[in-house]
């Protein structure tokens, strides 16, 4: 007896907070911000995740990495 396998091949696809569980505002560089909100995309957080910008994200909870990565800046 054979067998079957799924011929289907998988990729790895980054997480991206679709926005169904909006639970963490995260940073990201203000013009990557800006292209993300005109174009309808993810973007990529200093901590490295992947999210579509909120209107509005003073509701949320920051993300403690990119709160960290973004205090070690100099302004």
């Known amino acids: 007896m054979v067998a ?3 011929p289907t091949p998988t990729t790895e696809r ?3 907070d679709t926005g169904d569980t909006p639970d963490m505002a995260h940073y990201a ?3 990557e911000l800006a292209a993300a909100r005109r174009e309808g995309r993810a ?3 200093l ?3 992947f999210f579509h910008p ?3 994200p003073s ?5 403690v990495v990119c709160a960290d ?3 070690g800046w100099g302004r």
């Open 4 to 6: 079957m396998t799924d």
């Open 14 to 16: 980054p997480d991206v």
């Open 47 to 49: 901590c490295g995740t």
């Open 59 to 63: 509701h949320l909870a920051v993300c």
């Open 43 to 45: 973007v990529k957080a």
């Open 54 to 56: 909120h209107a509005d």
């Open 29 to 31: 560089r203000n013009d």
């Open 69 to 71: 990565l973004a205090a």
